[in-house]
């Protein structure tokens, strides 16, 4: 699950494509290309929730569309990797 914010939205939505420079998502609030977004991605354990200071609209086909990550900690960018190195090697990932 993720949460998004940019000046004019706030929304939930459902990451369906990670990787370390960026994301899919379907959202419950469409956005335009070229927003700006801070996010929040909650994961499924207990884990605290990985922040991404600023992620730009990419593209968008109505309520799904691709976030290109700007502005993210070091700890968050290698939580993020973890998780897609994780989903490789268990073979999770298609």
């Known amino acids: 699950m993720s949460y998004y914010l940019s000046g004019d939205a706030v929304g939930k939505g459902v990451v369906t494509n ?3 420079t960026g994301m899919r998502v379907l959202g419950d609030h469409a956005l335009s290309a ?3 977004v801070s996010v929040r991605l909650a ?8 922040e991404i200071g600023r ?3 990419r593209w ?6 691709g976030l290109q990550i700007d502005s993210i ?3 968050a960018a290698r939580r993020i990797a973890r ?5 490789i090697q268990t073979g999770r990932c298609s």
């Open 43 to 50: 994961l499924d354990d207990d884990s605290p929730s990985i």
């Open 73 to 75: 900690s070091h700890d």
């Open 83 to 87: 998780m897609v190195r994780n989903e």
């Open 60 to 65: 968008v086909n109505e309520y799904d569309f």
């Open 34 to 36: 070229g927003t700006e």
């Open 55 to 57: 992620a730009t609209v």
């Open 18 to 20: 990670l990787s370390r």
